[in-house]
């Protein structure tokens, strides 16, 4: 094989290879959602403790969450005058407002962001958890059928984002008030469409959300005609080097 055909070769591999990684990659989504308190549901009672029941999920930051696609973000965010606006009211309180990047996957493939802001309190639970589908009832203390114990915070569970024809969003989170003992449930799986806003809440909290697409820079078309021509010998790159070195029969290597 000639000089030429080896240098046409490389090109194609490479070209193939970008082509391959495009078609591979899912549609990637930004996420953002703002927590907060309605400070006017400090006085409802919710009939005790619970914990979350979560399964398969990640930790926004963590090696796992990376390889999963998923990536904290804190500029060009769409709801910082929403959050601020939040946290300068006298109705709300707010919590966290977060923001990341995540793959667009169907429901099989999604994994679930793992939510915990706030501060840590100790609960109890039974050991048999499996008769019990989102939410397990929890004490303050140990108690004869709940022994267990297990870090809460105050805002605890998760996220679940996924796409079939529509976006999908799937709240699991409990808040916890120190004060008064009692947790409050948010469970929902919300129908959304990019790009706009949804309000997902109960009278003690809820979040402020919306995901938009995230649209990448379309790569240059390559042209032929301005590939650099060959270089003389005395300036070759790299790849024109090993090149020589296959062509040339007595470069055998390292000595």
């Keep these: 094989m000639n000089r030429q055909t080896l240098r046409q070769t490389f090109q194609l591999l490479i070209l193939g290879s970008l082509l391959l990684g495009s078609l591979a990659q899912a549609r990637d989504y930004q996420v953002e959602v703002v927590l907060f308190e309605t400070v006017a ?118 996220i679940l984002v996924h796409l079939g024809r529509f976006l999908h969003m799937e709240t699991q989170l409990v808040f916890t008030d120190e004060e008064t003992g009692q947790s409050f449930r948010l469970s929902q799986s919300r129908k959304m469409r990019s790009r706009e806003l949804h309000y997902i809440d109960n009278p003690r909290f809820g979040i402020l959300t919306r995901i938009l697409p995230i649209e990448e820079p379309e790569e240059p078309e390559l042209n032929e005609d301005a590939l650099p021509d060959p270089q003389p010998d005395s300036v070759e790159n790299p790849v024109d080097q090993v090149l020589n070195r296959e062509d040339d029969p007595t470069q055998t290597g390292a000595g």
Excluded: C, M
């Excluded at 994994?111 to 609960?123: D, E, F, K, P, W």
């Excluded at 989102?134 to 569970?157: E, L, M, W, Y």
């Design 41 to 158: 549901g400090r006085d409802l009672t919710a009939g005790g403790l619970y914990y979350p029941k979560i399964g398969r999920s990640i930790r926004l930051g963590t090696e796992e969450a990376v390889a999963a696609g998923f990536r904290p973000l804190e500029q060009n965010l769409s709801l910082s005058d929403d959050a601020q606006a939040i946290a300068a009211s006298r109705r709300y309180r707010l919590i966290r407002h977060l923001a990341w990047r995540q793959p667009g996957l169907d429901r099989d493939d999604a994994v679930a962001l793992r939510i915990s802001l706030g501060n840590t309190t100790a609960v109890y639970l039974p050991e048999d958890i499996s008769a019990f589908e989102n939410f397990i009832p929890a004490s303050a203390s140990a108690t004869p059928d709940r022994q267990r114990k297990i870090n809460t915070s105050t805002v605890n569970g998760s």
